[in-house]
């Protein structure tokens, strides 16, 4: 049943049935309502109109927050279409990877899932900092460090060699008592706001010269505990 167009129309699969296998790919691929797959024309998945439809493919997804269907990341092949995808990230090696925000709706879910954080400022499921490097995007220490930080859940560190170490979780998301965070060298506890903060160390000389707990030394160019 198309809904567009208020008619009954052959499934995709049975559409295209004369001549050659190249004529009815392309007659298949031309088709909005189909694509081919493993030799042979199906619908896509944008076109199922009911869950069960959809997760009776094999290639597609249903997501339960849009009601709607959607291609799988893992069978999506082409770096564009992957990158162009709302619920798809792509990482280095040509890897399509469902995002955190898709997988995961609740704080429970996502901490689950090792790859993914849950974000309390947006309510959203979002990327691990340790998993950031694996993005494509991330192939320079430039853009690693851009891709890290815009999330500001995360800190980026580039004198540290191993890769997925250099982004990690702020002072204040990672630790929220003051025996974690003292047991971290990069961390301070803040006694006042109660709070796990980045050790004064390791502020450039704007973020030292913003916190209450650390100031700037003009003569040594270092920020010190206050």
């Known amino acids: 049943w198309n809904p567009d167009l208020l008619r009954c129309n052959k499934r995709c699969a049975y559409r295209y049935t004369e001549g050659g296998e190249s004529i009815i790919m392309h007659k298949c691929q031309d088709d909005p309502d189909c694509t081919w797959y493993n030799g042979g024309c199906k619908t896509r998945c944008s076109k199922f109109q009911s869950s069960s ?6 290639t597609c997804f249903f997501q339960t927050s849009t009601g709607r269907c959607y291609k799988k990341c893992t069978y999506i092949k082409e770096n564009t279409e992957c990158s162009r995808s709302t619920l798809c ?24 899932g090792d790859k993914c954080m849950w974000d309390q400022a947006t309510e959203t499921c979002t990327r691990a ?5 694996k993005l494509a995007a991330a192939s320079t220490t430039t853009a690693y460090s851009k891709l890290c930080t815009a999330n500001p859940m995360c800190r980026f560190d580039g004198t540290l060699t191993n890769k997925a170490d250099q982004c990690s979780k702020q002072c204040k998301y990672e630790y929220t008592d003051a025996s974690g ?4 060298k990069t961390c301070m506890w803040n006694a006042a706001d109660k709070e796990c903060a980045a050790a004064c160390s390791t502020l450039q000389q704007s973020d030292c ?18």
Do not use: H, P, W
Not at 129 to 133: E, G, I, K, Q
Not at 209 to 226: E, K, L, V, Y
């Open 53 to 58: 439809d959809c997760q009776g493919d094999e």
């Open 89 to 112: 990230a792509l990482e280095s090696g040509s890897k399509c990877v469902m995002k955190c925000s898709a997988l995961f709706t609740d704080d429970s879910s996502c901490e689950d």
């Open 129 to 133: 900092c340790a998993s950031v490097y």
């Open 181 to 184: 965070c003292q047991g971290d």
């Open 209 to 226: 010269q913003t916190s209450t707990i650390c100031a700037f030394n003009t003569s040594s160019g270092t920020c010190d505990n206050r």
